[in-house]
């Protein structure tokens, strides 16, 4: 038993025995085989703006307070997203007028409620409501104070306003700014 024994001759491949001159021939390039090789710079850009894009979405969805106070415009799309931002930890709640007969003659009574929805002692800015006319004027302007408010506490505010003169056709309470 020799080393012979184990090979067998399978014949040999002859290329042109399966292709004659005969047959017509045609070479057809295969589409999306090849790759073109992206640049360097232009992968560090893309990169660059997907990092990017990322943090700002990060910054939206993880610091909402730090947005708004940035871009004040933005507490309008948290709202409308159904999360609305508070940046000052207080809220108006119990809005309420009435007119009553006063000395020179017909006044608006507002009153309401400032509370403190944080969790820390809040100094509340004092609350000014205000009288619009149709096209959202400002035809006059009251404010009131309330005072400081313990975590979760609540606080009436009172707010009368002589009969203005001309047409009113909105109410506004709002907080102060700070100065």
Known sequence: ?????????????????????????????????????????????WGALVLLLALIGALFALAPKTVVSALPGAAKLYAMLGSPVNLTGLDIQDVRYAWEDGNDGPVLKVEGHVVNVSGNEITAPPVIVALQDKKGAEVTAVTTEVGPLAPGASAPFVAEIPSPEGAVSNLQVRFAKAS
């Open 1 to 45: 038993m020799g080393g012979d024994e184990w090979s067998q001759d399978l014949g040999s491949y002859q290329a042109g025995a399966l292709v004659t001159d005969e047959v017509g021939q045609a070479n057809v390039p295969i589409a999306g085989r090849a790759r073109k090789k992206v640049r360097p710079t232009v992968a560090i850009g």
